[in-house]
């Protein structure tokens, strides 16, 4: 039994400079620590994250009662309870809370305590964290690696959020990363030429200012080309237009350029720009191309588009099982992307995971636009066999630190590694 010996927080801060979360848990036989992110682009149904709000504190985005809730009610909780049994020290956390958006605790507070006490659990055994939530696990997931930014993750001027590419044709997460990496470096020389700034958004993307959104695709294209692989079949392309940041709730429009053109768009006109799209471009993936609360377009994009892509619900599902159900019934997406702090806990994550998994759904995890040194997010993307994971560019630590994270994965599951390339979207027409 991993007793719980001793919980503590304090604040931390993530890749933005703002404060955050880290908890750290011990118990009889060891310990585990816990950093947790922070988005930009959040939804509004996500569970609460916590701050001060004291503007005499770095702008009232302090943590402190975050912390303090950690250090109080929820340690004189769960002291002396099993670290390991991950679902009853999660279901107590909830109802402690006993609200529905974690809102009393904090979601930041509820979600570091519920990961550093399954990394208590991993130390407590010896093995890696993948091997504690799944010993079973051997598939690396592919990267979606944003490598030029807009939206909110940078002051670019461009209206989509992200613009990815995906090495699905490397033989290996080593070889997808190196492939990524060149493709990268490639698009930054490129942009350079051309006479465009090649300093990096929050996600370690290129941000220059583009004229319209073609533009960023044409330029990846063309990095994909010069550094010697083909689009379409060494690499696909994945977006996140992130459309509830670009939605009018006031007019009921999508406010969205068009060959730099502002344009007032309805639904309908925004699933024809992305069926454009996809005629026109190898484009496999895209996250978030309406409003979240648009459920009936959402229904009819994927009427139109599901045998084509993938489309995946963020911001629209919030790694929430109720809103996924929902999504299922009304066949509303194929796609789930996962956020731990969308959701506050482990044991929710993986309750959505498994959900989207058994009815058919493909799952990205992913991380968020402020993120930290915290690898968790790793291990959960071979544990839960997603196949695919999020989480930034080729640069910034913060980014970096995840890949890395999984190069070693792979190299300690040795021949057993599994690396599913273009099989991820086998149930798509390519």
Request: hydrophobic share 40%; charged share 25%; proline share 3%.
């Amino acid at each position: 039994m991993s007793k719980i010996t001793d919980i503590r927080a304090h604040e931390v801060l993530d890749s933005r400079g703002n404060p955050t979360i880290e908890v750290k848990v011990t118990t009889q036989s060891g310990n585990g620590s816990a950093i947790v992110p922070s988005g930009a682009s959040t939804g509004v149904h996500e569970a609460l994250e916590l701050r001060d709000g004291d503007k005499s504190r770095y702008g009232g985005k302090g943590v402190l009662k975050a912390c303090a809730n950690v250090n109080g009610p929820l340690k004189e909780l769960l002291l002396g309870k099993d670290a390991s049994d991950q679902k009853a020290v999660d279901e107590a956390m909830i109802g402690l809370d006993g609200t529905p958006n974690k809102s009393k605790m904090g979601a930041n507070a509820i979600l570091g305590v519920s990961i550093a006490c399954a990394r208590a659990g991993a130390a407590e055994r010896g093995i890696s964290l993948y091997k504690y939530l799944n010993m079973d696990a051997v598939t690396l997931p592919v990267p979606m690696m944003n490598i030029l930014n807009g939206g909110k993750h940078a002051d670019s001027g461009l209206d989509i959020q992200e613009f990815m590419i995906m090495p699905v044709g490397a033989p290996s997460f080593r070889e997808a990363l190196r492939t990524g990496a060149e493709i990268f470096h490639t698009l930054g020389g490129l942009l350079k030429d051309a006479g465009y700034s090649t300093t990096v958004g929050d996600e370690g993307g290129y941000a220059p200012k583009l004229a319209h959104q073609d533009m960023a695709i044409e330029f990846i294209l063309k990095a994909v080309e010069v550094a010697g692989y083909k689009a379409g079949d060494d690499i696909l392309i994945a977006m996140d237009p992130a459309a509830s940041e670009f939605f009018d709730k006031d007019k009921g429009k999508y406010m969205f350029r068009v060959k730099g053109e502002m344009h007032e768009m309805s639904s309908a006109d925004m699933i024809g720009f992305w069926n454009e799209w996809i005629a026109k471009y190898p484009i496999i993936s895209i996250e978030d191309g309406l409003h979240e609360d648009d459920w009936a377009a959402w229904s009819d994009m994927t009427a139109q588009m599901g045998d084509k892509l993938q489309i995946v619900g963020d911001d629209f599902l919030v790694t929430s099982v109720e809103r996924l159900k929902k999504a299922i019934e009304q066949k509303a997406a194929n796609s789930i992307l996962i956020k731990m702090n969308q959701i506050g806990t482990l044991s929710e994550t993986i309750d959505a995971i498994n959900l989207a998994h058994e009815s058919g759904w493909t799952t990205v995890v992913s991380h968020r636009s402020g993120e930290t040194e915290d690898t968790t997010l790793a291990d959960l993307a071979v544990a839960m066999g997603p196949g695919q994971i999020k989480t930034g560019s080729l640069s910034r630590s913060d980014r970096v630190a995840k890949y890395n994270q999984l190069l070693r994965i792979e190299e300690e599951l040795g021949d057993k590694a599994v690396f599913p390339g273009r099989k991820i979207f086998s149930q798509i027409k390519m």
